[in-house]
Structures are given as C-alpha cells and as structure tokens.
C-alpha cells in the first residue's frame, strides 16, 4: 500500500478522533513532545518501529517516559492501533501529518522564522498579528537561529517564503558580479 495513502488515512483518523473527544490540544502538543522526543534520543525512533520487537503496552510506556510520564487517553490508544496494525514504522510521517491537519482543521498555520539571534516574544506577536490581519489566519511560529544568514530573516510559511537575510541579498550581488563579468570577457 502507498506510504502517503497509510499515513494520511491515519493522521486523518486522528484529527476526527480528537475532535470527537475534544482532546486536540492535548494530543497535538503530545504529537509535537514526542516528535522531538524521536529527534534527540538516540534510539527512540529505533524502538518504536515495528521492527524493534517491542509489544504494543511496551511502545506506550516508551512514548509515556518520553512524554515525562503522562498521556492522554486519545493518543494512547492512536499508539496502540499503530503497533498492533503495523503501521508504527510510519509513526514520525503519521504524527506530522496530524499536526499539519489539526492545525488545518482550526485555520491555524505552523510558520518558521529563522534569524541570527532569537526575536522578543513582543516581536512575535507583531508578526503574527500582521499575518492574522493580512491573511486571515493564525499561526504558531517556531523560531530558528542561523548565524549563516549574517542579519535580517527568513519567514516561511505553507508554500510562502519571505527572505530577507543579508545572506541573500550577497549572494545576489555575487550572482550579478559573475554575469556581468562574464559578458565583459
């Protein structure tokens, strides 16, 4: 079966589960924990595959000491599903896919923001009352600091980027430099 028809159906399946229940908050911030869970504990991801040989209760307890020891009743049972279905070797794909959804799903947006050094919370919240008033949407910034980008920012969000790091704006010039001087010869 394809790998984005598995992960879709469940991530959708998750989102309708949470909106019965009401637990979607609750569930998406554990989706998010565990996701970097996964991503700094070396052998997390490991574990929780199918392949590890680990039983169902065993994946659960594993995401609960992740998750500093509490999980929603939603979610355990979402971890159970996938372990006992096999499809706990799409577990990151699936999870993402839920958040993206959810967010979706509340007219929310998850946005990047990168820049040389970490904006003020007050800065933030500019921003994302200048996206909410000019695109009719919330978003939920994750910040990223990039000493590469020399000053200024880049801003993305869905399929839209906005970069204005000086990065960028010396790899124009040297672009324009290297044409130009390529004509002159």
């Known amino acids: ?4 028809l598995i992960v ?29 869970a996964v991503k700094s504990v070396s052998g997390l991801g490991q574990a929780l595959r199918g ?3 680990l039983s169902a209760d065993d994946k659960i307890s594993l995401v609960r000491s992740a998750l500093g020891g509490s999980i929603s009743d939603e979610f355990s049972r979402f971890i159970r599903l996938l372990a006992e279905s096999g499809r706990d070797e799409h577990l990151s794909m699936i999870l993402n896919s ?25 800065e933030l919240e500019r921003i994302a009352a200048m996206v909410r008033e000019k695109a009719g949407f919330d978003i939920i910034i994750n910040v ?12 993305d969000v869905d399929d839209y980027q906005v970069d204005s ?10 672009r324009q430099f290297i044409l130009k001087n390529r004509r002159i010869v």
């Open 51 to 53: 392949s590890s040989g």
């Open 144 to 155: 990223e600091t990039d000493p590469a980008l020399i000053g200024g920012f880049v801003f």
């Open 165 to 174: 790091s000086v990065k960028r704006q010396l790899d124009l010039i040297q």
């Open 1 to 4: 079966m394809d790998t984005g």
């Open 98 to 122: 839920f958040i993206h959804k959810y967010y979706l799903s509340k007219n929310i947006r998850i946005a990047t923001l990168r820049t040389v050094s970490k904006p003020s919370e007050e």
């Open 8 to 36: 879709s159906r469940y991530a959708t399946a998750l989102v309708r589960l949470v909106e019965e229940t009401g637990g979607g908050e609750k569930v998406c911030g554990e989706a998010s924990a565990l996701l970097k």
